[in-house]
């Protein structure tokens, strides 16, 4: 009888265990909109004492529509990474294309109950499943036939704003960096491996330089310009040229980071955080007026990197 009672109870607490509150979406940016659904998932899963999930695409749905798409707000490892950072318990990357065409019911049955979803959280207009047939009213059927919960999350607004990750992506590809910061909730980045560059602008400056490689060329680079940024996990400040050095007559393409202090030397790994676009990338009429407005820019960059 007493093993039979410890046999219940322990069958009792892995279901416990097992259970779990899940939010799903594809979480470009993981911005403060998605911070929002987070904070009420976690809230909710603290006091019914289970698990956070968080269920995501690989690849996410804008790259396996259009497989040139280039304006990924962030890669799969710094989505886990910041999903994670959040408080979510467990980042769980469903294969898109092992889904996009399943009927919403499938797609509950395969991905939702095999989990042992218990609560589920999504954003409002939230769709899924073959054709986009799945929504909020189809959720609530499938959780009142198997018995998980289904919350939807107002959109988030910032200054009377709607967040999502197409207007940051509209916002930084006009140079906005400021304006999509606030909406992301922290500064846009860019990480890669350091690579080797011709060097001038390192020497106009007389600054260690870093020409940065992105680590995955699918994720939106700022437009051609002059920025204000934070290099590396320090956080130095730096300066940041994206172009192709048109007064030299150079076609490459390059990211480079300029440190105001420290050196790169310090990094394992390249991290620029962006802060502010100073100017768009222009020729000059000579390398005496080049020199000129590069002093200009640094003087800009450290007010600016001062104040934020």
Do not use: W
């Not at 269920?55 to 396996?64: A, K």
């Not at 967040?163 to 006009?174: D, K, V």
Request: aromatic share 8%; net charge positive.
């Amino acid at each position: 009888m007493a093993s039979s009672g410890r046999d219940a109870l322990y069958t009792t607490m892995e279901k416990a265990l097992a259970d779990r509150a899940a939010v799903i979406g594809s979480f470009d940016g993981v911005h403060k909109g998605h911070a929002t659904l987070i904070r009420a998932l976690l809230d909710e899963a603290r006091k019914r004492n289970i698990q956070s999930v968080a269920i995501t695409f690989d690849p996410p749905p804008s790259l396996y529509f259009n497989p040139h798409f280039n304006f990924l707000l962030t890669t799969k490892k710094e989505k886990e990474e910041l999903l994670l950072a959040a408080g979510i318990a467990q980042v769980r990357f469903l294969g898109f294309s092992g889904v996009v065409d399943k009927e919403p019911e499938r797609f509950v049955s395969d991905e939702l109950l095999t989990m042992n979803i218990r609560l589920l959280t999504v954003g409002q207009g939230f769709r899924f499943g073959r054709k986009r047939a799945g929504d909020v009213e189809v959720l609530r059927s499938a959780g009142q036939e198997h018995g998980f919960d289904v919350r939807v999350i107002a959109k988030e607004e910032f200054e009377g704003e709607p967040i999502s990750a197409t207007r940051i992506r509209e916002l930084l590809l006009l140079g906005h960096i400021c304006r999509a910061n606030a909406l992301l909730g922290y500064e846009y980045r860019l990480k890669g491996e350091a690579a080797r560059g011709l060097g001038r602008a390192g020497a106009l400056l007389d600054t260690p330089t870093v020409n940065l490689k992105p680590d995955d060329t699918h994720k939106l680079v700022p437009p051609d310009g002059i920025y204000a940024v934070r290099f590396g996990t320090g956080r130095r400040p730096g300066i940041c040229y994206i172009g192709s050095s048109p007064t030299f007559g150079d076609s490459t393409h390059k990211i480079e980071a300029h440190l105001l202090e420290g050196s790169p030397e310090e990094e394992t790994k390249p991290i620029i955080h962006f802060v502010e676009r100073l100017r768009p990338d222009r020729k000059f009429s000579s390398l005496a007026a080049l020199k000129e407005q590069v002093k200009e820019d640094v003087a800009q960059a450290r007010r600016v990197l001062s104040q934020r």
